[in-house]
Every structure is written in structure tokens, then in C-alpha cells.
């Protein structure tokens, strides 16, 4: 009996095709590279990997990009194993770490790599959840480490999404670890079915008469006919109401948004959950893209009396919920609403976001798994494989904010999302349920629940910790070899590929192009002449040989002709700026461009002076404010107005008396443009040396339209096409090495790296603040090695340490950093906090030098409330003080920030050595943190 036969004997159902394939690979010692959608069940194959690594007693590590994943994937393996062979490893928990199964986070994993742990001897196989997380731009490059770091003898299991460009992936895994069978199935066991609810209707997104959707196809199904007919009329019927609004059979402005179809309002949300529990559509999450938006959701559903759970099921609610808080103190439930946020559970509803405390989320994902909450309004972290299946997905709006910006989902964030629906083995078919608003076009929708894959792409870039440790692993060069090795630089070498094919093929063009020309030219009495397509230097031609040097200097005047517009343009806008800073309180100017022509008078000066924007009203009695784009040349005072004190420009007849007063000044507008254009252009020397070359070259008396100008016009397309691939192909080869060419010259100036002669020549090593700095992992940490080597954390008590080290890692959802007159705490706190930020101020003129991103400033927004905690305060004092521009911080940021205080108050008691002050006063920090709701989290 193989030992696929002897895993499988154990399971309750068959494998699928593509699990068998994938675990016979990886039975016969392969790496397999499982891409499958959301809910098919590639994690059995990771559990396979367990198995095989336990009956031949070697050892599994299982990854997950969240803590709260690997807790469950814990949970899980100890259900199948038991508890002496599997272990949790999340910086937060450390649980029989010795066993021969160890689930952790990624980071995890790269850290023992680094370390070079004896926890990797032995070592056989490394199960890799959510591998398509290395597209992460805050996280993604760990993934990548742990890849390329890993003994090559380590079968490395790799769980993805759906990707458009698995097969890519899978070639990089196999060049850098060798044979890899890649895996990929677009099959979802549980089909799923698109709906768009209008209104109080429901409707298939798709043409119910029409095939249903595939990745496969590359015809994209069409929108359900039905649903567009109706949605139309209700927009219709939206405007009819709108205009008797208004008044009959006048039309007016649209409504609210710019848009008509205002009236045609989406159902609220206990409408919403009440259709879908008609319709036998719950239990059910509705994704919205807020935490206050799934509150505020949660809030809308218990005021409308809305139940759906019997009072036998609320019972059961209760016995679940008192189980999860037995380590919450009464005033501690008090201050965390437990009893409003129990009536809801008790209801059949909950909200999950991570504004929430832990015990809360996890309370919520096991009563939602036992059916006893029907209703979850959930931000997209639910999505990142918790499990939490439901028989229907809800999507409100398809944009997010992304944290910089409001954009709109992409194909595959729509399908991480939908994938949640359909459970397996329970529901015959999973729904997706859009609601239709005004701004929302059924193509769109369509558009996104048709692309259901997306293209992964790598994230990966140089970091300090990063270099540090690769060069003490590999030395400088080793370490240049490993960059080259990435998923980044493998996919930027293919793209490379493309642009030195289109290079090759533009350069067979170009050698054709230039026997026609040679061959035009001479029929016409002309040599053809030869130019270096490479040499941008016009003081090279000077003598333009030939027809393409006639060409050639047609291009250089024309070139010559752009500087001059772009250094006219410079300086008037500069000019402008100015001008537009200077203007005064009833200065009349004129308006040359825009909708308004004619005299304007300055009502208020500009309020600022890096873009002046003087607020002014026209002889039209347009009212606005001005800024450069509005003038082509600089304006000019043409004369003063007299205002009155108070100005009425917010009513028509006030903006009317004023333009007609402005009228009525006798001010005109000059008439005639500006010569200085001409007269730039003509005073140039250079441009009137080229042209009198022009007008003498021998080609000049040919006709403009001549054949010889086509193809010239035609080879200098292609020139301009091999310099921007050739620029292309330099920038992409280049982008990795360059980067971690400046991060080594940081590191090399503070005296992490060491240059030196060796037997090799020269050679570079990692200091002894080069190894500190190899155990700091924080965005943060080569400011935090700094403050340690610069000695300004260690006369700290254990709270205030923990107060500075918050600042090192907290960071605002909004802007709340104050200055240094603003540091909170004692004197001794306030002190260290103030040179923290002195010390960053050096750090960051150093990367600017090297031209490297700069660190994140120290935010101080959480120092106060960690303070508090780590002495003993109350969990309100705490909370109350962790608050951003008034607003309370919540129950579930106050605890995930505790825990990252606690996560880089280990690395620096680790780091710095056992028996230092600060080593004893991080301990002690840690101690004092670890109590109440965060020691509850951490168990």
C-alpha cells in the first residue's frame, strides 16, 4: 500500500483529480505547485505533505500568511494528529515548538532560515498557504525568501488562488528548487451562480439562456437581457418622479451624484437580509470595505427587529459566546460592549473586521461554522482564507480604499471574494449577490465575474535586515546572485526576452529601411550617407552628409525648437506663480483661455504660494478661483477696482452688480499677443546655426512630399522603437541590483558592512551591528538598531521602553504624529522619544545621500496608551488614551498593536544579549503587557 492509498483510506470523501495528481508528485519526491480556486480543497494536499513527512519521521512546516490562519490550521492538524505532534510557531505563541508538524506565519519560517536554527534539521517538507501573497507589497518578499533560501532538498508544497500566469510561477520554482509538477484546476466543486439584486428584485447577471461563464472562454458571456430592460425602466421611472419633484414637465438638473436614476435607491440592509433569507440565500456575508460601514450595518439590522435564529438557537449562541470570555473581567465587558455585541450573535448577526478584539472574531467564525450566525458584515480580511465558507456572498460596492486611494476591485479581488460562496458538501451552489446602484453598469459586473484569474506578480525588493543577512549567509556576491535568481528578476528577464525580440525585429527592419533609402537617394542624384542611429550629440553633425544627415538636421531643428517651447513654458509658469502670489485685492486682470474671456477682479489674494489660486470674479460674473493653467502667459495688472468691505459673490444679483461695476471702470483688455515667442526662438544661436546649415545642405531643394522623406519619416519611427526598448530592457535589468547596490552604501557608511582586503580581493563582511541589525524584522529596523547602538534606550523603565518601541511600529490610519513639543509621558520618556526622532532625521539624510526611500517617521500615537497598560492601568485608562483626533482606537487595534510592541520587544531583548539592561527591561515590558484581553489573545 503506497502511502497515498494509506492517507486517503482515512478520509471521509474522494480526492478530486487534481489533489490525486498533485499528491502522487509529491509522493514520488517532487515540489507540486497547487493553483486551484478558493474552496476546491487544496489545502488536503498540504495535509498530505504532513502526512508523508510523519510516517517518515522527518518534519512538516506548514505557512500561513496570518496569524489567525495558522491558529486555525492548528487546530485542525491537532484534531487529525494530536496534540504531541503538532506545534504553533506565530511570534506570539510558541506551542511544542520541537514537534515534528510545526504550523507558523511565513515570517516565521525566514527568520529560523536566517538564524540558521536547529529547528530546520530534519526538515523535509514546507507546506506554503496563500503562496500568491508574495504579490503583497508590504509582506510579499518573505515568501520569496523562503523559496530561494530553503535546502534544496525540502519539498516545498505551495498553495495558490487561481493565477492567470501559474505555469510562469511554476517554471521559477523549478529553475531555482528544481523539479516542480505544477497543478492547476479552474474547477470549482461548488458552482457559483452571479446575481445582481435591483431594488427588491432578483437577477441573473448572466443570459440565463446563454453558456455560463469560464476562464476558459475568451468570449465573455452576456449581460441577463431582463436585468438591463429593467433597469432601465426603474432609472425612468427614477427620472419621471425626479421631474414631478421639480414640477410638471420641467426638466431640471440631475440628482444627487450627476447622474439621473437618483430616486432608484439599493435596498437597505435588513431589506437585504431578509430578501436573501426568503429566497433560502443565508447563511450569508456581505462584504463591505469599512469597519464603520459593517458596524453601521449591524446597527441598521437590530434596530429593524429583524430575527433569524429560534430562541433554541440563541441558547446555544449564549454557551458559545460565555465559553470565549471567561478571561474578561466585568469592567472589561463593559467597556467592550459584550452585551450589545452578544444581542446581535443572538439574533443571527455579527460584524468581522479587525477593529475587532480576537476573541470576538474567533467567537464570531465559530458560531458562524455551527450555523448560528446566519448574517456577517465582513471586511475583505475575511477573505484571506479563514474558514468561513457561506452559502452567499453580498458585495455593496466595488471600490475600496486601497489606503492611499478609493480604486475598484480587480477580476481577482472579486474572485477571492465570491470564492468565499458555496460550501462544500452542503450547498448544491454558491451565490454571488451584487446590489445595483445608479453608478453601477451590469457590463462592469459582468466584466469582473467573467476575468476569474489574475496575473501574480512579484513584490520583492532589497531591505537592511534583508542584506545584512544574505550578505553574512553568501557574502556580496553571493548575495547579487540570489537577487538575480528572483520571481521578480525572472519575470523582469522575460520581459526583457519581449523587448530584446521587438529590438531584434526593429533592427531587421531598420537595415531594410536603409537599403530602399540608400536606393531612392541615388536614383535621385543623392548618397545616402551614414549616421550613428546611437548618437543624440548634435554637435556631432557637422557636416550632415548625405540625405540622412539632411534628415538628421530636420530632426535636430525640430528637437532644438521643443527645448525652447519647454524652457519658454518653465519660465512662464514660474513667472505665473509669481505674478499669481503678487496679486492684490481688487487688481483687475485679464483672462485669456478657459470658458472666461475678458477683465477679472481679485476678490481674495491667493492663500498659498507654491500654487497660487487668487479667488476672482469676470465681466460675466463668473465667479472662481485661478490658478497657472488658466494662463498661457503671465497676468498683468491692468488696473484697480474699488471693493467694498463686505463682497456679496455668493448670490447671482451680488455677482451681477460686481461684473457690472467691473464693466463700468473703463479698464480694457490689450489687444495684440505677445512677441516673445518669436523672439525667443530668433535670438537663439544655435537654432539659427542649424538652420542656415538646413537651407545650404544639397537635399534641400527636394520636394517635402518626396518618397525619400516617407521612408525617412518611417526609419526614424524604427530608431526612436530600438532606443525605447533598448531603454527598457536597461531599467528592468537594472532595477533590483541598483536597489540593493544604495542599501548596501547605507549600510557600508553607518559601519554595518565592513570592506576589507581579502584572499579573494576585495571583500565585504557584516559587523557586529550588522548582526544585531540581522535580528531586528521591523519596517523600522535600522532606525531601531540605531537608537540600540546609540545607547538612548537603556536607562528606561519597562513601560517607558514599551512607549518607545510603539512609536516603532504603530502607524496612524490617519495623519496624528505631532512633534517632538508634543511627546507624550515622563520627562525620561519624552527625552528618549525626542532622540529617537533626532536619530531618525540623521538616519534619513544618510538614505537620501544614497538616494534610498526613507524611513517611516517614529508615530507616537500609541506610546501613551501602551504606557498605561505596561504600568498596570485599566484596560479603559488604556484605551481611552490610544485614541487618533478624538476618535477611541479600537478593542482589536489596542490588542494587535500590544502584540506587535511584544513581537519587536522579543527580537530587541534577543538581540542585544541576555544580560544587558535592556535586555531585562524589554522582559520586563513584555511581562507587563501580556495581561487581560492581550494575555487572552495570546494563550
Known amino acids: 500500500m503506497t502511502r497515498l492509498d494509506d492517507f486517503t483510506d482515512r478520509l471521509a470523501f474522494r480526492l478530486d483529480d487534481f489533489q490525486r495528481r498533485a499528491c502522487v508528485a509529491l509522493e514520488a519526491g517532487h515540489g507540486v505547485l497547487v493553483c486551484a480556486p478558493t474552496g476546491a480543497g487544496k489545502t488536503i494536499v498540504g495535509e498530505f505533505a504532513v502526512h508523508l513527512a510523519l510516517a517518515g519521521g522527518t518534519k512538516c512546516f506548514y505557512t500561513t500568511p496570518i496569524k489567525a490562519l495558522s491558529n486555525q490550521k492548528y487546530a485542525d492538524l491537532v484534531a487529525i494528529h494530536g496534540a504531541d505532534s503538532v506545534g504553533l510557531l506565530t511570534g506570539d505563541q510558541s506551542i511544542n515548538s520541537d514537534a515534528p508538524v510545526v504550523v507558523m506565519t511565513t515570517e516565521v519560517v525566514r527568520n529560523m532560515i536566517y538564524a540558521n536554527s536547529r529547528a530546520l534539521q530534519g526538515l523535509s517538507h514546507v507546506v506554503m498557504d496563500e503562496v500568491h501573497f508574495l504579490a503583497d507589497r508590504f509582506r510579499g518578499a518573505v515568501w520569496e525568501e523562503v523559496i530561494l533560501h530553503l535546502e534544496p532538498a525540502v519539498r516545498v508544497v505551495s498553495l495558490s488562488a487561481t493565477v492567470s500566469n501559474a505555469e510562469e510561477f511554476g517554471d521559477w520554482i523549478q529553475t531555482v528548487r528544481g523539479d516542480t509538477t505544477v497543478v492547476v484546476d479552474e474547477h470549482r466543486p461548488v458552482p457559483l451562480s452571479q446575481h445582481m439584486l435591483v431594488g427588491t428584485r432578483m437577477f441573473d447577471l448572466f443570459d440565463p439562456t446563454a453558456d455560463a461563464p469560464s476562464p476558459s472562454k475568451t468570449v465573455r458571456p452576456q449581460v441577463n437581457p431582463e436585468l438591463k430592460r429593467y433597469i432601465r425602466h426603474r432609472v425612468l421611472m427614477a427620472d419621471d418622479r425626479d421631474d414631478r419633484g421639480r414640477g410638471r414637465g420641467r426638466r431640471g438638473p440631475p440628482p444627487r451624484g450627476g447622474r439621473r436614476g437618483g430616486g432608484a435607491r439599493p435596498p437597505s440592509r435588513p431589506d437585504l437580509v431578509a430578501r436573501l433569507d426568503r429566497e433560502g440565500l443565508l447563511p450569508a456575508i456581505g462584504f463591505i470595505f469599512s469597519r464603520a460601514g459593517c458596524d453601521g450595518a449591524l446597527a441598521q439590522c437590530l434596530r429593524s427587529g429583524l430575527h433569524l435564529l429560534t430562541p433554541r438557537e440563541s441558547q446555544a449562541v449564549d454557551e458559545v459566546v460565555d465559553r470565549h470570555l471567561t478571561e474578561l473581567s466585568p469592567a472589561d465587558e463593559e467597556i467592550l460592549g459584550v452585551a450589545e455585541w452578544r444581542a446581535g450573535l443572538r439574533r443571527g448577526f455579527a460584524a468581522h473586521h479587525a477593529g475587532l478584539l480576537p476573541t470576538f472574531r474567533h467567537t464570531v467564525e465559530e458560531l458562524f461554522t455551527l450555523g448560528l450566525v446566519r448574517m456577517v458584515f465582513a471586511t475583505e480580511t475575511l477573505a484571506l482564507g479563514i474558514n468561513m465558507p457561506a452559502r452567499t456572498v453580498a458585495l455593496e460596492r466595488l471600490i475600496k480604499f486601497n489606503g492611499e486611494a478609493h480604486v475598484d476591485l480587480t477580476p481577482g479581488e472579486f474572485t477571492q471574494l465570491t470564492g468565499r460562496a458555496g460550501r462544500r458538501g452542503i450547498d448544491v451552489e454558491g451565490h454571488a449577490v451584487v446590489v445595483w446602484t445608479p453608478d453601477l453598469v451590469p457590463e462592469e459586473v459582468a466584466g469582473l465575474a467573467g476575468a476569474r484569474t489574475f496575473p501574480l506578480r512579484s513584490s520583492f525588493q532589497p531591505e537592511y535586515n534583508m542584506a545584512v543577512n544574505l550578505i553574512g549567509r553568501l557574502g556580496l556576491a553571493g548575495s547579487r546572485e540570489l537577487l538575480n535568481r528572483s520571481f521578480a528578476q525572472f519575470q523582469a528577464d522575460r520581459s526583457v ?443
Not at 537595415?511 to 536614383?523: C, P, S
Not at 511581562?927 to 494575555?935: D, K, N, S, W, Y
Request: hydrophobic share 40%; charged share 30%; glycine share 10%.
Open 497 to 939: 526576452v519581449g523587448q530584446a525580440r521587438k529590438a531584434d525585429e526593429a533592427r531587421r527592419r531598420l537595415r531594410k529601411l536603409d537599403v530602399e533609402l540608400a536606393g531612392a537617394a541615388e536614383n535621385r542624384g543623392l548618397e545616402p550617407g551614414v549616421l550613428d542611429t546611437d548618437d543624440d550629440d548634435p554637435d556631432s553633425h557637422e557636416t550632415y552628409p548625405g540625405f540622412l544627415g539632411y534628415v538628421q538636421l530636420r530632426e535636430d531643428i525640430r528637437r532644438r525648437e521643443r527645448e525652447l517651447k519647454f524652457e519658454r513654458r518653465t519660465a512662464n509658469t514660474q513667472s505665473t506663480v509669481a505674478d499669481l502670489a503678487a496679486l492684490k485685492r481688487g487688481h483687475v486682470i485679464g483672462l485669456h483661455g478657459g470658458r472666461h474671456r475678458g477683465l477679472a477682479v481679485v476678490l481674495e489674494p491667493a492663500a498659498q504660494a507654491v500654487d497660487p489660486k487668487p479667488l476672482v470674479l469676470s465681466e460675466d460674473a463668473w465667479c472662481g478661483r485661478v490658478g497657472t493653467r488658466d494662463f498661457v502667459n503671465p497676468p498683468q495688472v491692468l488696473g484697480n477696482m474699488r471693493l467694498p468691505k463686505h463682497v456679496d459673490r455668493r448670490t447671482g444679483k451680488g455677482r451681477r452688480d460686481l461684473a457690472s461695476a467691473l464693466r463700468s471702470t473703463g479698464i480694457e483688455m490689450p489687444r495684440g499677443r505677445s512677441k516673445k515667442q518669436r523672439a525667443v526662438a530668433a535670438d537663439d544661436r544655435e537654432l539659427g546655426r542649424l538652420r542656415s546649415t538646413l537651407r545650404n545642405h544639397p537635399a534641400h531643394g527636394l520636394d517635402g512630399n518626396d518618397e525619400l522623406f516617407r521612408l525617412a519619416e518611417r526609419r526614424n519611427r524604427v530608431v526612436r522603437e530600438i532606443a525605447s526598448a533598448d531603454r527598457a530592457i536597461g531599467e528592468r535589468t537594472s532595477t533590483l541590483g541598483v536597489q540593493f547596490g544604495r542599501i548596501v552604501g547605507v549600510l557600508a557608511e553607518l559601519g554595518y558592512l565592513d570592506a576589507s582586503d581579502g584572499p579573494g580581493g576585495r571583500e565585504t563582511s557584516v559587523t557586529a551591528a550588522g548582526h544585531l541589525l540581522s535580528r531586528i524584522y521591523s519596517e523600522s529596523d535600522l532606525l531601531v538598531t540605531e537608537c540600540i547602538r546609540a545607547g538612548i534606550w537603556d536607562a528606561l523603565a519597562p513601560h517607558e521602553l514599551a512607549a518607545v518601541v510603539a512609536a516603532m511600529v504603530f502607524e496612524a490610519r490617519r495623519e496624528s504624529y505631532s512633534g517632538i513639543d508634543a511627546m507624550p509621558g515622563n520627562a525620561a520618556q519624552r527625552d528618549a522619544l525626542a532622540r529617537t526622532v533626532e536619530i531618525w532625521r540623521e538616519v534619513t539624510d544618510v538614505e537620501s545621500r544614497h538616494r534610498v526611500d526613507p524611513t517611516r517617521e517614529p508615530d507616537t500615537g500609541f506610546s501613551v496608551a501602551v504606557s498605561l497598560w505596561a504600568s498596570g492601568r485599566s484596560l479603559t485608562e488604556s484605551l481611552a488614551a490610544a485614541g487618533e483626533r478624538g476618535q477611541l482606537l479600537s478593542p482589536g487595534d489596542f490588542v494587535r498593536w500590544n502584540r506587535q510592541v511584544i513581537d519587536l520587544l522579543e527580537q530587541i531583548r534577543l538581540g542585544v544579549g541576555a544580560d544587558t539592561r535592556l535586555a531585562g527591561a524589554a522582559r520586563a515590558a513584555v511581562g507587563a503587557i501580556r495581561r487581560g484581553v492581550v494575555a487572552a489573545e495570546l494563550r
